[in-house]
Protein backbone atom coordinates (compact mmCIF):
# COMPACT_ATOMS: atom_id res chain seq x y z
CA UNK A 1 0.00 0.00 0.00
CA UNK A 2 1.18 3.32 -1.10
CA UNK A 3 -0.42 7.09 0.53
CA UNK A 4 0.22 9.59 -1.35
CA UNK A 5 0.21 13.51 -0.65
CA UNK A 6 -0.09 16.10 -2.98
CA UNK A 7 0.77 20.10 -1.90
CA UNK A 8 1.83 22.71 -3.37
CA UNK A 9 -1.44 24.18 -5.82
CA UNK A 10 -3.38 27.11 -5.63
CA UNK A 11 -3.94 30.85 -8.07
CA UNK A 12 -1.29 31.92 -9.97
CA UNK A 13 -1.56 34.60 -13.21
CA UNK A 14 -1.21 33.32 -16.57
CA UNK A 15 2.49 32.85 -17.26
CA UNK A 16 3.53 32.59 -13.57
CA UNK A 17 5.28 29.05 -11.92
CA UNK A 18 3.89 26.77 -9.35
CA UNK A 19 5.39 23.61 -8.50
CA UNK A 20 3.63 20.59 -6.84
CA UNK A 21 4.87 18.35 -4.76
CA UNK A 22 3.30 14.34 -3.74
CA UNK A 23 4.96 13.02 -0.62
CA UNK A 24 4.89 8.96 -0.66
CA UNK A 25 4.69 7.25 2.12
CA UNK A 26 4.53 2.78 2.48
CA UNK A 27 6.45 0.60 0.12
CA UNK A 28 9.66 1.32 -1.45
CA UNK A 29 9.20 5.08 -3.02
CA UNK A 30 12.07 3.83 -5.89
CA UNK A 31 10.01 0.91 -7.07
CA UNK A 32 6.71 2.97 -8.46
CA UNK A 33 6.40 4.68 -11.72
CA UNK A 34 5.06 8.09 -10.71
CA UNK A 35 2.59 10.17 -12.79
CA UNK A 36 0.55 13.08 -12.46
CA UNK A 37 -2.79 13.56 -14.21
CA UNK A 38 -5.56 16.64 -14.23
CA UNK A 39 -9.18 17.03 -14.11
CA UNK A 40 -10.80 20.11 -15.38
CA UNK A 41 -14.61 20.92 -14.42
CA UNK A 42 -16.72 18.84 -16.75
CA UNK A 43 -13.50 17.13 -18.22
CA UNK A 44 -12.04 13.63 -18.28
CA UNK A 45 -8.78 13.07 -16.00
CA UNK A 46 -5.81 13.90 -18.39
CA UNK A 47 -2.31 12.56 -18.34
CA UNK A 48 0.24 15.50 -17.64
CA UNK A 49 3.39 13.77 -17.12
CA UNK A 50 5.74 10.28 -15.43
CA UNK A 51 8.71 9.52 -14.80
CA UNK A 52 10.53 5.54 -14.10
CA UNK A 53 11.44 4.45 -11.32
CA UNK A 54 15.30 5.85 -11.71
CA UNK A 55 13.90 9.39 -12.95
CA UNK A 56 15.68 8.52 -16.10
CA UNK A 57 13.16 8.58 -18.61
CA UNK A 58 10.14 11.08 -18.02
CA UNK A 59 6.85 11.55 -20.57
CA UNK A 60 4.76 14.68 -21.30
CA UNK A 61 1.39 15.62 -22.43
CA UNK A 62 2.28 17.62 -25.95
CA UNK A 63 0.42 20.74 -24.73
CA UNK A 64 2.79 20.90 -21.58
CA UNK A 65 6.03 20.10 -22.99
CA UNK A 66 8.71 22.27 -22.63
CA UNK A 67 7.06 24.15 -19.80
CA UNK A 68 6.46 21.31 -16.88
CA UNK A 69 8.79 19.19 -15.58
CA UNK A 70 8.42 16.10 -13.49
CA UNK A 71 11.96 15.44 -11.32
CA UNK A 72 11.70 12.89 -8.44
CA UNK A 73 14.38 12.69 -5.38
CA UNK A 74 13.45 8.78 -4.15
CA UNK A 75 15.75 10.10 -0.88
CA UNK A 76 12.53 12.05 0.06
CA UNK A 77 10.03 9.76 -1.42
CA UNK A 78 8.68 12.55 -3.46
CA UNK A 79 7.87 13.59 -6.48
CA UNK A 80 7.58 16.89 -8.25
CA UNK A 81 5.59 18.80 -11.12
CA UNK A 82 7.11 21.97 -11.52
CA UNK A 83 4.73 24.14 -14.22
CA UNK A 84 6.32 27.34 -15.68
CA UNK A 85 4.57 29.20 -18.07
CA UNK A 86 1.52 28.48 -16.85
CA UNK A 87 -1.80 29.14 -19.07
CA UNK A 88 -5.52 29.31 -17.83
CA UNK A 89 -6.23 26.23 -19.66
CA UNK A 90 -4.22 24.12 -16.98
CA UNK A 91 -6.76 24.93 -14.65
CA UNK A 92 -7.21 21.76 -13.09
CA UNK A 93 -7.07 19.67 -9.60
CA UNK A 94 -3.83 17.63 -10.02
CA UNK A 95 -3.11 14.25 -8.62
CA UNK A 96 -0.29 11.99 -8.19
CA UNK A 97 -0.40 8.35 -8.92
CA UNK A 98 1.57 5.71 -8.64
CA UNK A 99 2.33 2.81 -10.63
CA UNK A 100 4.41 -0.84 -10.72
CA UNK A 101 4.07 -1.06 -14.23
CA UNK A 102 5.99 0.77 -17.06
CA UNK A 103 5.85 4.23 -17.81
CA UNK A 104 2.14 4.59 -18.95
CA UNK A 105 -0.14 7.53 -20.05
CA UNK A 106 -3.47 5.81 -18.81
CA UNK A 107 -5.15 6.11 -15.64
CA UNK A 108 -6.27 3.01 -15.09
CA UNK A 109 -2.27 1.66 -15.38
CA UNK A 110 -1.96 3.39 -11.90
CA UNK A 111 -2.93 2.02 -8.89
CA UNK A 112 -2.18 4.64 -6.12
CA UNK A 113 -4.06 8.19 -6.33
CA UNK A 114 -3.05 11.33 -3.91
CA UNK A 115 -6.53 13.21 -2.98
CA UNK A 116 -5.79 16.21 -5.84
CA UNK A 117 -4.96 19.95 -5.78
CA UNK A 118 -6.23 22.76 -6.95
CA UNK A 119 -4.49 24.41 -9.59
CA UNK A 120 -6.41 27.74 -10.92
CA UNK A 121 -4.76 30.35 -13.55
CA UNK A 122 -6.40 33.32 -14.09
CA UNK A 123 -5.77 35.25 -17.69
Known amino acids: QVQLVESGGGLVQAGGSLSLSCAAS????????MAWFRQGSGKEREFVAA????????VYLDSVKGRFTIPRDNAKNTVYLQMNSLKPEDTAVYYC????????????????WGQGTQVTVSS
Open 26 to 33: GRTFSAYV
Open 97 to 112: AASQKVVHSTPSAYDY
Open 51 to 58: ISWTGGYS
